[in-house]
């Protein structure tokens, strides 16, 4: 084998992915955080030359129907990966700095740019006070939660009827003992935490509600000694704007590039 040749693997070494994310945490804190909890519903492909892994593919294989991917490696090598990509469609996320090769190769539909913001857990957080109208929600809120999700018609809300509060951290804001807005973590590690599925009803926005419970989410990271970052569309110049006020600076750009499918409207 020439030293040069790249070889893909359907696996991902443990100790040089736990490096990655004390060195990169919010990045890759997916990987890792689906590794552990959710090995059944997961995929993993490397990329090698020799023993030297130069990037991977981690392949969420559960909800939503189609497989979505995301892509680490940057260098010219690193194309080898297209060779791992599953049978379309799905979608795949990758840095932005790889687009040019890939998309053209994929034929992909539909390209949406994403931004990768964090708050790392060694950041000043401004001196806010905490707004009583948010708390972690009960098992005795789910009632409650699941009829928000209902109403909602942003596809972001559309996992919270299967969620147990109980079991998956959940952050709501209520106004007049009602549960207008909703926030969780879907990965909660030591070294990282990652925001998702922020979620305000829409007849409760434009008062601040978003921003509260992200800086709930932020200020409970942060107390964990963790850094806190979250995803968000290139083209929802709104909540960027509230993330941006609750401090939070990009870390890295990234596109979504659907095969076959599409992300969906409310999605990060």
């Keep these: 084998m020439a030293p040069s040749e790249v070889t893909l693997h359907p696996t991902i070494d443990r100790s040089w992915l736990e490096q990655l994310v004390e060195r990169d945490p919010s990045l890759h804190a997916f990987s890792l955080w689906d590794l552990d909890r959710f090995p059944t519903q997961v995929r993993f492909v490397s990329a090698r030359i020799g023993e030297e892994t130069i990037g991977y593919l981690l392949l969420w294989l559960g909800d939503p129907k189609h497989p979505i991917v995301q892509w680490f490696g940057e260098t010219p090598d690193a194309r080898a990966l297209l060779d ?22 994929l034929g992909a539909g539909e390209v949406v740019p994403l931004r990768l913001m964090e708050v790392p857990r060694e950041a000043t957080l401004p001196d806010v006070p905490a707004d009583p109208a948010v708390r972690r929600l009960t098992g005795a809120d789910r009632p409650q939660l699941t009829e928000l999700a ?119």
């Design 84 to 105: 791992g990509l599953p049978a379309p469609p799905f979608g795949v996320v990758v840095p932005e700095r790889v687009q040019d090769f890939v998309q053209p190769h």
């Design 150 to 268: 209902r109403e909602a018609t942003d596809f972001v809300a559309s996992a919270y009827p299967s969620v147990d509060p109980d079991q998956q951290p959940v952050w709501g804001y209520f106004e007049n003992g009602r549960l207008r807005g909703v926030a969780r973590t879907s990965v909660q590690m030591s070294r990282v935490w990652m925001i998702t599925g922020v979620y305000v009803h829409p007849g409760s926005r434009s008062r601040g509600y978003g921003l509260a419970i992200t800086r709930a989410l932020l200020g409970e990271g942060h107390r964990a000694g963790a850094t806190v970052a979250l995803y968000v569309r290139e083209d929802r110049p709104a909540p960027r704007a509230v993330y941006a006020k609750a401090g939070f600076r990009e870390r890295a750009r990234r596109v979504w590039l659907g095969v076959g499918t599409i992300l969906e409207a409310g999605t990060a």
